[in-house]
């Protein structure tokens, strides 16, 4: 499985983007997707998790900013940030995985992305 993210780029704080993931040849709904994020010389970190049924799970530290969604025909899977803060600033991944519910934990995802900058600064 082939994950694409895209959407990356420089905001001011304050600003919005809108990540997307795209599965390579099937339809999100096989799977439980994921958003994680890696800032310089930090660890990755969870950030949004929806399940096959359309669960979700937040990180503390984007609940209330960040959405994480599918599309209606499960093509593709969406990060919307809003009120985006200089400490959002990381490479963020797309992952995937067979299983049902949303996970938070890195090692539950089989499958990643490239992964998509995205930069908060003024």
């Known amino acids: 499985v082939q994950l694409v993210e895209s959407g990356g780029g420089l905001v001011q704080p304050g600003g919005s983007l809108r990540l997307s993931c795209a599965a390579s040849?099937?339809?999100?709904?096989?799977?439980?997707m994921g958003w994680f994020r890696q800032a310089p010389g930090k660890e990755r970190e969870f950030v949004a998790a929806?399940?096959?049924?359309?669960?979700?799970v937040y990180a503390n530290s984007v609940k209330g900013r960040f959405t994480i969604s599918r599309d209606s025909a499960k093509i593709s899977v969406y990060l919307q940030m809003n009120s985006l803060k200089p400490e959002d600033t990381a490479v963020y991944y797309c992952a995937a995985d067979w299983g049902y519910a949303a996970t938070t934990h890195l090692n539950d995802y089989e499958y990643w992305g490239q992964g998509t900058q995205v930069t908060v600064s003024s």
């Open positions: 040849g099937r339809t999100i709904s096989t799977y439980r």
């Open positions: 929806i399940s096959r049924s359309g669960g979700t």
